[in-house]
């Protein structure tokens, strides 16, 4: 134990988090801090600026002396926020959500998630996972000492989630399932309904509680989007994750939501009252009063992303030993460079020395090794700028 | 589990919150729906204007579409936020923190305490809490399975932290002190800087690790603010909690901080990345550009809550069974109301029953009990009318 630097009382502390020196982000930052120039497409997030009456809303209600919006809110979210909530997953999926009993607002989908696990799972109980999948996911599930299994996502011209290969590992033993559609970092989509509905009965008759985290269910393309809420209008098996931090280009102001059973949305409300106390106040305001009118400004981005996602997956397929399937939704593209180059440490690595940053596939399981995720919710002279990077990286 | 209606595959989940459908809260929020002229005093909050400046250079930075303000910033906070924050702590306390390496911006100082906990305390951990102290301290503690001791605050004209009660039940067996001065919900403090100066060698000599809950430190009224953060530069035994939210009255931006060793700052960075990404955006850019001219409206709001809490102890103590101890620090009075009504709940529903909502004494500990809490943190007409309400309340 000797030179850590940490001290004898801290040398005595087990880290919580293994390689906390070494984590590739860090490594990652380390080498970005001395290039101005990098394009950074390895950060989740919606990069284009968020609407224009949102934000001026926001700063309107900022100023407002009379009704204050800087205090607290309730734990729970704000009423008229829960509400409009429950208005937009009326007309986007044809839901009936109690605003008052089904509904918890949370700083970004993360929290969402983090409480439903806090809450749902317990050590020793065996998940299904997607994988490749959201590394976070991976990280909570296996800090709250879950047993792990996979179900590995499909390939075809277009990742996609195969709803046989999740049926094929429900048993009376599973307790939690998460099905991540449109999926980070692959874009893959359950689009079948009527499969969705089999997993679902499958999970009633196991006893087994599905969650579904639709945080990228406004940027889809291939139809339109069976959201798992139509498919458990009682929540006796299944929790709902979304955000609006990343449909709306706000990823900043933290704001995501649980949609869950009444006794569910209690337990984690009292939970959340000691992991943040409330949701950001001003996002929850100025979305109270801007959703009604939010779908014009999706459906702009959504068909933005998708022209992006045609031209990136058309330039990149066109390079000599990447293979790049379609995204049937959300914000990234996971192209296959295995040809160029093994090992997506050293791809991300070479990738960043020709000035574009990506997030390495290996971290989303063994499946994304040899593969890069990419993102493409972001203004095309930004990608158009990667893409030329890319080419002189994988023809060097 | 008959009728539960939660259905059978949430019956099988043993419940994390036992009370969570009955908690007093809940109760209060029920009774206060139905009368919307209720004089709030029950939420520890600022309950005034944030500085006019800070607002406006929040709306301005919201506006900007070139900068953008609301993308993710890094998950320890944007540089420039700590920086603000490192020459904040230099000028207010002496205190030479390293913003690039001991200081991670969280949501709000729940989160920050929650990480902390997270990663210091293990299963089975002895904990040394303050009684009366603030309740989710005790819930997380609890939750994270650590034994917990209490010392007790000690009770004068004010409540103070009594430095003798913390020396005598330090031992090796200890892993955790949390010292919060000023106090939620008494006001107490640690005014004797060489009283703090024993514990920190005390924990030293015994590899107790303390944890300085310091979010109320901008609001004292007993000479100049003793930070333990002069007291191990080196980090190796402390941590401090911290929180703009209080300070600023801006509670709903959710902006607080810890202050810590590089290596624990390091573990809860990777830790925050599940919990909840970054702290809100747009406080931190807000925060990094107004801090440095933050002192002024901090001694006006300071002198402001000592006005109104004093006012407030000569009042109370003028009506008949109240007892009512002043505060050294903090937002809060704790009066004793047990010869008017034992029950500190019972109270605080008569008060409620009145047009005043308080927090009950006992969710504090059980010295609490026969005390209510009452925010004086707010504008002195909505504290007078109060404090009439209270009048009649008692003398009924």
Same mark, same amino acid.
């Given at each position: 134990?000797?030179?850590?630097?940490?001290?004898?009382?801290?040398? @005595?502390?087990?880290?919580?988090?293994?390689?906390?020196?070494?984590?590739?982000?860090?490594?990652?930052?380390?080498?970005?801090?001395?290039?101005?120039?990098?394009?950074?497409?390895?950060?989740?997030?919606?990069?284009?600026?968020?609407?224009?009456?949102?934000?001026?809303?926001?700063?309107?209600?900022?100023?407002?002396?009379?009704?204050?919006?800087?205090?607290?809110?309730?734990?729970?979210?704000?009423?008229?926020?829960?509400?409009?909530?429950?208005?937009?997953?009326?007309?986007?999926?044809?839901?009936?959500?109690?605003?008052?009993?089904?509904?918890?607002?949370?700083?970004?989908?993360?929290?969402?998630?983090?409480?439903?696990?806090?809450?749902?799972?317990?050590?020793?109980?065996?998940?299904?996972?997607?994988?490749?999948?959201?590394?976070?996911?991976?990280?909570?599930?296996?800090?709250?000492?879950?047993?792990?299994?996979?179900?590995?996502?499909?390939?075809?011209?277009?990742?996609?989630?195969?709803?046989?290969?999740?049926?094929?590992?429900?048993?009376?033993?599973?307790?939690?399932?998460?099905?991540?559609?449109?999926?980070?970092?692959?874009?893959?989509?359950?689009?079948?309904?009527?499969?969705?509905?089999?997993?679902?009965? @499958?999970?009633?008759?196991?006893?087994?509680?599905?969650?579904?985290?639709?945080?990228?269910?406004?940027?889809?393309?291939?139809?339109?989007?069976?959201?798992?809420?139509?498919?458990?209008?009682?929540?006796?098996?299944?929790?709902?994750?979304?955000?609006?931090? @990343?449909?709306?280009?706000?990823?900043?102001?933290?704001?995501?939501?649980?949609?869950?059973?009444?006794?569910?949305?209690?337990?984690?409300?009292?939970?959340?009252?000691?992991?943040?106390?409330?949701?950001?106040?001003?996002?929850?305001?100025?979305?109270?009063?801007?959703?009604?009118?939010?779908?014009?400004?999706?459906?702009?981005?959504?068909?933005?992303?998708?022209?992006?996602?045609? @031209?990136?997956?058309?330039?990149?397929?066109?390079?000599?030993?990447?293979?790049?399937?379609?995204?049937?939704?959300?914000?990234?593209?996971?192209?296959?460079?295995?040809?160029?180059?093994?090992?997506?440490?050293?791809?991300?690595?070479?990738?960043?020395?020709?000035?574009?940053?990506?997030?390495?596939?290996?971290?989303?399981?063994?499946?994304?090794?040899?593969?890069?995720?990419?993102?493409?919710?972001?203004?095309?002279?930004?990608?158009?700028?990667?893409?030329?990077?890319?080419?002189?990286?994988?023809?060097?």
């Amino acid at each position: 134990m000797e030179g850590t630097g940490r001290g004898r009382t801290l040398d @005595k502390v087990e880290p919580l988090i293994k390689d906390s020196d070494q984590s590739p982000m860090a490594a990652m930052k380390r080498i970005m801090q001395d290039q101005p120039d990098i394009v950074n497409m390895a950060i989740g997030e919606a990069n284009f600026d968020p609407p224009a009456a949102l934000v001026d809303i926001a700063c309107r209600l900022l100023q407002d002396k009379v009704d204050r919006r800087s205090l607290y809110t309730p734990i729970r979210g704000l009423p008229q926020t829960r509400q409009a909530v429950a208005r937009f997953l009326k007309r986007n999926f044809d839901a009936d959500v109690d605003p008052e009993e089904n509904i918890l607002m949370t700083c970004g989908g993360t929290e969402a998630l983090n409480l439903a696990i806090t809450v749902l799972v317990r050590p020793g109980d065996k998940v299904l996972l997607p994988e490749p999948g959201w590394g976070p996911m991976m990280s909570l599930m296996e800090r709250r000492g879950a047993v792990i299994e996979y179900y590995t996502l499909g390939l075809g011209d277009a990742w996609y989630v195969d709803p046989e290969a999740i049926l094929a590992k429900m048993d009376p033993s599973v307790k939690i399932l998460v099905v991540n559609s449109p999926s980070n970092p692959t874009g893959a989509m359950l689009t079948d309904r009527a499969a969705w509905k089999r997993i679902m009965e @499958k999970a009633k008759e196991y006893d087994i509680f599905v969650f579904s985290d639709e945080v990228y269910h406004a940027y889809t393309y291939e139809g339109s989007y069976p959201s798992a809420l139509k498919l458990d209008p009682s929540f006796e098996n299944l929790l709902v994750i979304n955000s609006f931090s @990343k449909s709306f280009a706000v990823m900043g102001w933290r704001l995501g939501m649980v949609i869950a059973h009444p006794w569910l949305i209690r337990q984690m409300d009292v939970c959340k009252e000691t992991v943040t106390a409330c949701a950001p106040s001003i996002a929850q305001w100025a979305f109270a009063e801007y959703l009604d009118d939010g779908e014009e400004y999706l459906d702009r981005m959504r068909a933005m992303c998708q022209d992006n996602m045609d @031209k990136m997956v058309a330039r990149l397929n066109a390079m000599p030993g990447v293979k790049c399937p379609k995204a049937q939704g959300g914000f990234y593209l996971f192209p296959d460079f295995s040809a160029v180059e093994p090992s997506s440490a050293a791809m991300a690595e070479r990738l960043l020395r020709n000035g574009v940053a990506v997030a390495r596939g290996s971290a989303f399981g063994p499946h994304g090794e040899g593969c890069a995720r990419l993102l493409f919710s972001a203004h095309w002279q930004n990608i158009a700028k990667a893409l030329d990077r890319i080419e002189k990286a994988v023809t060097a």
